[in-house]
């Protein structure tokens, strides 16, 4: 079984300038490629987990979700991190089109996205991570028994009550590697 990094998207991959579906909208969060590059090379696989109700609003299509999906994986492959798979959830429970809305399993905090992936790639949720920037992201990882929490501040602003839920707290995706990856070797 893998052990996976579970990432957020907006807010902890990218700047969360709302509802980004275009190559051009995309501003990685600093130092995020070299923290994913230590994660891999210390056997993580990565997975990305994204909310995407702008789909579901109609504000962009499915089709744009995937083609901004294969450019932000292409970004990474050029820093030597291949992107084991994006999975996201378009619905809405009030806010969508007709076909989008709905309760759903998959829509963070249901731990719906992590358990396909889990199911998926064979991976172990006790050697998993799942990193977000707001409580949802933490309440899915908690629900698919995903070993270790984190928040990141990169996103979101976010209720104090929020960091209860998380294993650690940091800036951005950038402090990570320093703080867990040197907790496992000692």
């Known amino acids: 079984m893998s052990k996976v990094l579970f990432l957020d998207r907006d807010g902890v991959v990218n700047i969360d300038h709302g509802y980004v579906y275009k190559p051009d909208d995309f501003e990685f969060v600093p130092g995020v490629f ?57 619905h809405h429970p009030s806010k969508a089109l007709p076909a989008y809305l709905q309760e759903c399993e998959c829509r963070k905090p249901a731990p719906g996205m992590l358990l396909q992936a889990i199911e998926e790639h064979h991976i172990d949720p006790a050697q998993s991570i799942m990193v977000g920037d707001k409580l949802g992201d933490l309440l899915a990882g908690e629900r698919a028994n995903v070993a270790t929490r984190v928040l990141v501040r990169s996103g979101q602003s976010y209720a104090e009550s929020t960091e209860q839920h998380a294993h650690y707290v940091c ?12 907790l496992q070797q000692v």
């Not at 990474?76 to 084991?84: A, R």
């Not at 800036?171 to 040197?182: G, K, R, T």
Request: with cysteine.
């Open 171 to 182: 800036d951005s995706l950038a402090e990570l590697p320093n703080l867990i990856l040197h």
């Open 34 to 90: 070299t923290a994913c590059k230590k994660f891999t090379d210390a056997g993580y696989e990565i997975i990305i987990v994204t909310n995407q109700s702008g789909i579901g609003r109609g504000y962009y299509s499915e089709q744009d979700f995937h083609h901004l999906s294969e450019w932000m994986k292409n970004e990474f492959l050029k820093h030597g991190v291949h992107i084991l798979d994006v999975y996201f959830c378009p």
